[in-house]
């Protein structure tokens, strides 16, 4: 095991498979499902990911950066999986998916809503069908209610779940997030749901529907701002990157380069005064409590603003390390891969014979990392193996 502490005494170091004997059909493409499957693969999962025969996931195309024809994103969300093609308009493909089905754990769909019932796919069909079957669908907008069959990307329940209202200056634009933060949520709710439905039908015996998606995440990222809403009727202003609950807690610049401070609470508040070289702050009414600090937010951050300018940011990190401050610098990802925190935790993960290093699984066990087993598969890469009855497998570059 590279960087990090060993294991505890007695555990011994092993690529950790905790969902070996799983067996994972994924009928996905993009973002959300794929990665569901990912997890479930990582974690020793046997994950069988379903394609059209014609051009496959449309996440195959999804570059800058390219490997070979296709887009790293692909590779990154589709490692450790055999991959198989099947035309679901065909009743003899959709009869192998069904005998693919018999002996499943999990099927995981993101297909355009109503597309799996019209595909006799569906939850009622295949549970009907298979009811040992954990059936989980990812919607945009959910399973019910006047926008059940509106499509969605990332973007859109951004816009839609508020999450654009609440991030930014308060006078800037709507601001996206950086990152595909509802797929990536709404993926991690699936696999949630599918391990604490595996663990009642350990009880039961029979399998269920497990529904989430991006609407749904969308709303829970925002979950503290509405309710305050719904407590206060009051809209919440945007703060930048300061909390709406305390301060100090954003972004400053320095004479050189921005840093994050975050003083969460009172204890840390008097030593952030200290640090700064300005106790006299904690006696001044305006800003004694945190209650006094958000309600004077302004005039605060506009007296700490000229003092941290006045040095460079190392002077600030080391200055506020000493005192207990919480803090980091700003790092652009150039600066996050260089990281010694990066290399000690062993994050980054070597996907097998493409010399491609792509981000792991962020949960360990027995403090050992779950590790890629394979690179995603090319297109109809395993038809022969998975399928059976002599159908030859798609010879397609990656």
């Known amino acids: 095991m590279r960087g990090g502490s060993a294991a505890p005494a007695g555990i011994q170091a092993m690529a950790p498979q905790p969902l070996a004997g799983l067996k994972v059909l994924e009928v996905g493409q993009a973002v959300a499902a794929p990665l569901a499957g990912v997890i479930l693969a990582e974690l020793g999962a046997e994950v069988i990911k379903v394609e059209k025969p014609e051009g496959g996931d449309d996440a195959r195309l999804w570059g800058p950066p390219w490997v070979g024809e296709t887009g790293l994103t692909f590779h990154a969300y589709n490692r450790g999986k055999r991959g198989v093609t099947l035309d679901l308009k065909s009743a003899a493909d959709v009869a192998r998916l069904q005998a693919l089905a018999r002996d499943a754990d999990i099927l995981i769909q993101n297909l355009r809503p109503g597309v799996v019932e019209q595909l006799g796919i569906g939850p009622e069909a295949m549970l009907a069908a298979h009811p040992r079957l954990i059936y989980c669908s990812i919607w945009a907008f959910g399973y019910t209610g006047p926008l059940r069959l509106a499509p969605g990307f990332d973007p859109l329940l951004q816009a ?44 039961t015996g029979r399998g269920c529907l497990i529904d989430t998606s991006l609407f749904e995440s969308a709303v829970a990222w925002v979950e503290t701002p509405l309710n305050g809403y719904l407590a206060s009727g009051t809209v919440p202003a945007r703060h930048g990157t300061g909390s709406a609950n305390l301060v100090p807690y954003q972004v400053f610049e320095t004479a050189d380069r921005p840093i994050c401070v975050a003083a969460g609470n009172q204890r840390l508040w008097v030593k952030f005064a200290q640090a700064a070289g300005h106790p006299e702050w904690t006696g001044d009414a305006r800003f004694r409590t945190g209650r006094d600090r958000t309600a004077n937010r302004a005039v605060l951050v506009d007296a700490i603003r000229p003092v941290l300018l006045a040095r460079p940011r190392d002077h600030w990190m080391a200055a506020f390390g000493a005192a207990g401050v919480p803090c980091a610098p700003v790092n652009d990802l150039a600066e996050l891969a260089a990281t010694p925190q990066l290399a000690a935790m062993d994050l980054l993960r070597e996907v097998p014979g493409t010399g491609l290093r792509v981000v792991g699984l962020p949960v360990s066990f027995d403090r050992e990392r779950p590790r890629p087993r394979s690179a995603a598969p090319t297109l109809g890469q395993d038809n022969a193996v998975v399928l059976g009855e002599g159908i030859p497998a798609v010879t397609k570059p990656r």
């Open 160 to 203: 839609y779940g508020a999450m654009l209202s609440v991030t930014g200056g308060p006078d800037d634009p709507p601001t996206f997030a950086g990152a595909a933060i509802n797929d990536k949520a709404t993926a991690m709710w699936c696999v949630i749901g599918a391990l604490a439905a595996l663990r009642q039908r350990d009880a």
